[in-house]
């Protein structure tokens, strides 16, 4: 059974930076789009980025000019720097992963177990 593993999530105030990453472990799979979600208080889970296998990211327009995704495929590792934060970013943040176990499988959507970010002074 394949798991996504993330890390790097916590405190930061007002105007900070901190980097989120998502290993997928386990043996004889296949990535395809990997990416994160975030959900807020309250609030619906959303899309926050989805890069390809290829490296073409599609951002929320919130975090566009702040957020950069990047994904490193021989260590099967989505990455998310995260500039310029301010207290509306504060959520848990959701690894995910299109993902096919071993050949003949079908694909499906992977989630890591979320990663608490807090921007607050």
């Known amino acids: 059974q394949v798991q996504l593993v993330e890390s790097g999530g916590g405190l930061v105030q007002p105007g900070g930076s901190l980097r989120l990453s998502c290993a997928a472990a386990?043996?004889?799979?296949?990535?395809?789009?990997m990416g994160w979600y975030r959900q807020a208080p309250g609030k619906q889970r959303e899309l926050v980025v989805i890069i390809t296998r290829t490296s073409n990211a599609a951002y929320a327009d919130s975090v566009k000019t702040r957020f950069t995704v990047s994904r490193d495929n021989a260590r099967n590792t989505v990455y998310l720097q995260m500039n310029s934060l301010n207290p509306e970013d504060t959520a848990i943040y959701y690894c995910y992963a299109r993902i096919k176990e071993r050949a003949g499988n079908s694909w499906a959507d992977y989630w890591g177990q979320g990663t608490q970010v807090t921007v607050s002074s």
């Open positions: 386990g043996s004889d799979f296949s990535i395809n789009d």
